[in-house]
């Protein structure tokens, strides 16, 4: 009765917590921030283990409908303008608000009896799975159509398992400590599954090719499955309908509510500060997103082998992202997520323009070494922050809405551009040499990440003087 208690008492505590505004006075309290090293120890807590998984579930299928997709079709002869669009399929990530009020407050039909979290979930997760294993059937070979199409159905698959996901990850915390582990241990397991996607998958793929590759992936979602049988059900539905007044879905006023409600009430709490926020979040990993379709066609174009490409990403993009996770958990501590994502903001398109020196001096060992190691410090040091901050700002009741507000706000742009970066590589080598064109390309787009710098700067100073108001006030 005791621990029950105290869940119950950190639940409450967490979700007032969550109402807070972004440009409140002393700003959202975020959750604790938690390095790499703290979640390897607590991995013997069933919880945290579960929690990994989900996130390695959720980071799976991700780079397999962009960049690595993208380097299968270039191998295959696919022209770079094409590639690009293909991209777009990733759009599906940034719409997932539209179908994430539906998930919020319905339960799953048969699975629903799982609950309303785990329900949504394991669908979802059976989905990416199936429609991976779909996608190694077709191929290139079966047309870019079909294959676009399969990989559509994975990426619409996998933005509804983040929608859940992140929904029972932040409702799952007992308390500001407890969101830190969780988050951590969900973007430790996300960022492994990224670099098996865009790194391990290569050296599977010199010795059984990608279409079987993509089938062992598709498999390997069942890691995700177990985990989800295995977890609990974070919130009874009856207390998410409680938080919402108990109105009904399928009237007029909850329909409304179900699809309007959430975003008035994040306008609503957060009012200005909402909208400055949002234009951060939409910029602030553009450099990353608009140059990701090109960087397998530039690795080929190099020369480099997939079995040396995943070498590299599985060595020194590893440990760039163990060090980012590091040193942005530490920064946070000591700063705030305000000041860590303002580095995050200034760190992250130095990547790019490693591409652009690379392209320029050719390739080398230690300068690809270089580059990946700086390209996954920056992912590692920026994301756990901003997805800890995110989640601080939902509401009980409206928390897989608002998330996929949230971070359909972070990709939205930066999916929509990427599908042209292949237009622009092939206009830019006109009258140029091929690397010449790439390194254009990346330099590019580098510069698109000053506005980041510039509205996350905004955000913080906003946050001091409001600070500084209240406590003049007091």
Request: glycine share 14%.
């Amino acid at each position: 009765m005791t621990d029950e208690r105290g869940r119950e008492v950190g639940r409450e505590e967490r979700r007032a917590d969550a109402t807070e505004t972004i440009g409140a006075p002393e700003g959202p309290r975020p959750a604790k921030a938690t390095g790499a090293m703290d979640v390897l120890r607590a991995l013997g807590r069933p919880r945290v283990l579960i929690t990994l998984l989900i996130g390695l579930g959720s980071g799976l299928p991700f780079m397999l409908v962009g960049n690595t997709l993208g380097t299968w079709l270039a191998e295959e002869g696919t022209e770079l303008a094409a590639i690009g669009f293909i991209s777009w399929v990733g759009l599906a990530y940034s719409f997932k608000f539209l179908w994430a009020p539906l998930i919020d407050r319905t339960d799953v039909p048969i699975l629903g009896r799982l609950g309303r979290r785990r329900g949504w979930l394991l669908l979802s997760q059976l989905m990416v799975g199936g429609s991976l294993i779909a996608m190694a059937l077709i191929g290139p070979a079966g047309g870019l159509t079909a294959l676009g199409i399969a990989a559509l159905v994975t990426a619409f698959s996998a933005a509804t398992q983040d929608i859940v996901a992140d929904a029972w990850r932040i409702e799952s915390a007992e308390s500001d400590e407890d969101q830190g582990l969780l988050t951590s241990a969900f973007q430790l397991g996300y960022r492994f599954a990224i670099l098996g996607g865009n790194a391990l998958i290569f050296i599977v793929a010199a010795q059984i090719g990608f279409a079987l590759s993509y089938g062992v992936w598709g498999l390997l979602m069942g890691l995700a499955v177990a985990a989800t049988l295995f977890a609990r059900e974070p919130v009874d539905r009856r207390d998410l309908s409680a938080a919402l007044g108990g109105k009904s879905v399928w009237t007029p006023r909850g329909l409304f509510d179900m699809v309007v409600g959430p975003f008035l009430a994040f306008l609503k709490t957060h009012k200005t500060a909402a909208l400055l926020m949002l234009a951060a979040i939409s910029l602030y990993r553009l450099p990353d997103f608009v140059m990701g379709p090109m960087t397998g066609p530039f690795y080929l174009d190099l020369g480099l082998t997939k079995e040396a490409i995943g070498a590299m990403r599985l060595s020194a993009g590893l440990a760039g992202t163990l060090v980012g996770i590091t040193a942005g958990g530490l920064s946070a501590i000591r700063f705030g997520f305000g000041p860590t994502l303002l580095i995050g903001a200034f760190v992250g398109p130095m990547s790019n323009l490693g591409y652009t020196i690379l392209a320029i001096v050719g390739l080398s060992t230690p300068g690809f070494a270089s580059v990946l190691f700086v390209e996954n410090f920056s992912e590692g040091f920026a994301g756990a922050a901003l997805v800890a901050y995110m989640g601080s700002l939902t509401s009980i009741g409206y928390t897989a809405t608002q998330y996929a507000l949230l971070s359909s706000f972070y990709a939205l742009l930066g999916k929509f551009l990427k599908g042209f970066s292949g237009v622009a590589v092939e206009a830019l080598q006109v009258g140029r040499t091929e690397m010449e064109g790439f390194a254009l390309f990346f330099a590019g787009t580098a510069a698109v990440g000053i506005p980041a710098l510039i509205l996350c700067w905004m955000l913080q100073y906003k946050t001091k003087k409001q600070a500084r108001a209240v406590e003049g006030t007091g």
